[in-house]
């Protein structure tokens, strides 16, 4: 079985020369041994690799289809100790009609024809002058020469029986208005081979680009392409041996085009992912074919190699962050998003102000950030934001300067209430003795602050603003009926790793003293502050001390909600990559504080406020995740 569900896929496309057989036999001989030598599970090559694609009316020629079927069969022989499955074309008679098949081959042996279904015949491309579609083929079985009876047809899917299911369509199939690959993707395949070849134009790879990204989105499959390359005839076009896998709508490898030499395109991809998300992410299951359209023969493959170790996987260290080139771009959709919900809340409402609790952390800052947008978006004054900062126990000059200074900056109305006296007094009610640094004396204090907040915002008119984060969801890292609670939480599906990205944002087009701020907030560590500061009045209580860092928490509550990932593949996954920044000992213990918190702190999240999704993952209650507060972790170990 593939590790975790992982299967390394390889686009091979070696140098051919047009109806140079026993040549083009060789080049590819050579790149299914070096592809397999990388652990591939599977080797596309491009089409008509053995004869090449643009031999015109030599197809014809009982020659050159000898010749195509002499080196299959050598091919085969010269593979058939791997394991690893390999698909190409050739030109195959079938009832004196020539067809252009896809081959799949495993062991030395062709396990299954796949005929092209879309012939293109408009301006460069002239396929039906030599071929035939596949709508016109009656056989369901051929006698292939040298390797005796084969199952033939656009009904074939391929299953190594632990994951991998996968169908192939030919090229123009792809460009269709209703590709093969829709149906075979509803019929089980998760992965899609391509052998193609595409001409090339300005501007026609980045279309091709296009195209398998978004088939592998709609078909919520890793799809793969290999096309001819530049030793296919230019007597016309040209061919760049342009080579892409793409998962589940996200190019996952690439080759470089107009290669002179063998390319090996790699990529690992997670065929348990793609699973995960046709069940509990899309309306994949909503579809239906119609009956004509539902028979599917399975053919079974030998084992494919066991091992897969995830060099080529695209495994994002922060994969809630987006990609440099659309962190502008993605950053004002969240910020516009956030602000937009809480704009909409306060009209519905009438509210006439908003309050919330600044403490110049990361997550109050945002929020208050997102406040002022909202307030712009109403043409509303920032001051009817009532900034208020609660001094306790815990609070240092770094983080109450902070709070203030950007209170300040964004024009807010800036509150100081000092919660010591109110909470000294609490304990005495309580018979409670502060020298106990225990959850009462935490508590008590972020209770006393969310009185303050609910009771300002009666003074007011106004709504209360949580501030907590989707990683503190998460973990259940928030005092219940505390900071737990709010009239609208706008950072709700915020994870804490993404905040400090918004921010920087945000610095980046900001005033030079708000950019000052906004920097410091980064770099202060993500404390609670309900314990006393250090001698030197630093801080003293450290979340990521506590509960270990919130990269990991992050990475761990991505694949476990989004992907069902398992806890030994959390761990596989975060060893691999997160090893150069945290030892062994720190990852499991944090994988196991996310387990833990995550189970036994549903109840927080079973009744928590109204606030907007921005991102895949949303841990409310009323939409994306349902789960009983008393579920337990045993099977999660």
């Known amino acids: 079985m593939a590790t975790y569900g ?55 020629q009982p020659t050159l289809q000898r010749a195509a079927l002499s080196g299959l069969k050598s091919f085969a022989e010269r593979t058939a ?35 092209k279904s879309v012939l293109p015949n408009y301006r460069e491309f002239y396929d039906r002058r030599q071929f035939r579609p596949a709508s016109d083929l009656r056989a369901r079985h051929v006698e292939l020469p040298g390797f005796g009876e084969v199952p033939i047809g656009t009904d074939l899917l391929f299953s190594d029986g632990e994951g991998l299911v996968f169908g192939v369509e030919i090229c123009e199939d792809l460009w269709s208005v209703l590709p093969p690959s829709s149906r075979l993707a509803l019929l089980g395949a998760r992965v899609i081979f391509n052998p193609c070849a595409s001409t090339e134009m300005a501007g026609k790879a980045h279309y091709r680009r296009q ?76 579809n239906r074919l119609p009956r004509e359209w539902q028979d599917v023969r399975m053919i079974d493959l030998s084992p494919l190699p066991e091992e897969c170790d995830l060099r080529f996987a695209r495994l994002q260290k922060r994969p809630f962050l987006p990609s440099p080139a659309q962190t502008e771009e993605r950053c004002e959709d969240i910020l516009n998003i956030q602000a937009t919900g809480l704009a ?18 990361l997550d109050s800052s945002l929020a208050l950030l997102v406040c002022a947008r909202a307030c712009e978006q109403l043409s509303m004054d920032p001051s009817c934001i009532r900034a208020i900062t609660m001094p306790g126990f815990g609070t240092t000059d770094r983080t109450h300067d902070n709070a203030v200074r950007l209170a300040q900056l964004v024009g807010a109305s800036l509150v100081e209430v000092d919660i010591r006296d109110a909470c000294m007094k609490e304990f005495d009610h309580l018979g409670f003795d502060p020298s106990q640094r225990t959850t009462t004396y935490e508590n008590v204090q972020a209770r006393e602050r969310t009185q303050i907040l609910m009771n300002m915002a009666n003074m007011h008119r106004g709504l209360v603003v949580g501030t907590g984060d989707l990683s503190e969801i998460a973990l259940g890292w928030s005092t219940y009926n505390g900071d737990h609670m709010s009239m609208y939480a706008v950072n709700c599906s915020i994870p804490k790793t993404l905040i400090r990205c918004l ?26 502050e309900l314990l006393p500061p250090s001698d030197d009045g630093t801080v003293e209580q450290k979340t990521e001390g506590l509960l270990g860092p ?19 593949k959390l761990l596989e996954l975060a ?47 009323r939409g994306d995740w349902r789960m009983p507060s008393d579920a337990s972790s045993r099977v999660w170990g």
């Open 550 to 568: 919130y990269d990991l928490h992050d990475f761990f509550l991505y694949h476990f909600i989004k992907y069902g990932a398992s806890p030994q």
């Open 503 to 528: 921010i920087a944002h945000v610095g980046r087009s900001s005033s030079p003293d708000l950019a000052d701020v906004l920097q410091d907030i980064i770099d202060t560590p993500v404390s609670p």
């Open 81 to 115: 100790e791997l394991s690893c499955v390999f698909i190409t074309t050739i030109p195959l008679v079938v009832q004196d009609a020539l067809y252009n098949v896809a081959v799949v081959l495993q062991r030395g042996q062709v396990r299954g024809l796949v005929p």
């Open 344 to 361: 909409k809340r306060m009209e519905h409402t009438g509210a006439k102000s908003l309050v919330l609790g600044v403490s110049g952390g």
């Open 575 to 621: 060893r691999r990559v997160w090893n150069h920044d945290y030892d062994e000992e720190t990852i499991q213990r944090t994988l196991g504080t996310f387990l833990h918190r995550f189970f036994a702190q549903q109840y927080k999240r079973s009744c928590v406020p109204d606030g907007p999704k921005v991102g895949t993952i949303s841990l409310s209650p």
């Open 211 to 286: 195209l398998v990204t978004q088939q592998s989105g709609t078909c919520l499959c890793a799809y793969a392409l290999a096309s001819a390359g530049v030793g296919e005839s230019s007597q016309d076009v040209v061919y760049s041996g342009h080579a892409l896998i793409a998962e589940n709508g996200r190019i996952a490898a690439e080759s470089e085009r107009f290669s002179r030499s063998t390319t090996l395109t790699c990529a690992d991809v997670d065929v348990e992912r793609l699973s995960a998300a046709r069940m509990s992410e899309s309306s994949y299951n909503e």
């Open 6 to 60: 992982y299967y390394r896929l390889v686009a091979a496309v070696p140098p051919i020369r047009v109806a140079d057989v026993p040549g083009n036999t060789e080049a590819i001989v050579n790149a299914a041994h070096d592809a397999a030598d990388l652990g591939a599970h599977a080797v596309l090559f491009p089409e008509m690799s053995l004869t090449g694609y643009t031999c015109g009316d030599l197809f014809f």
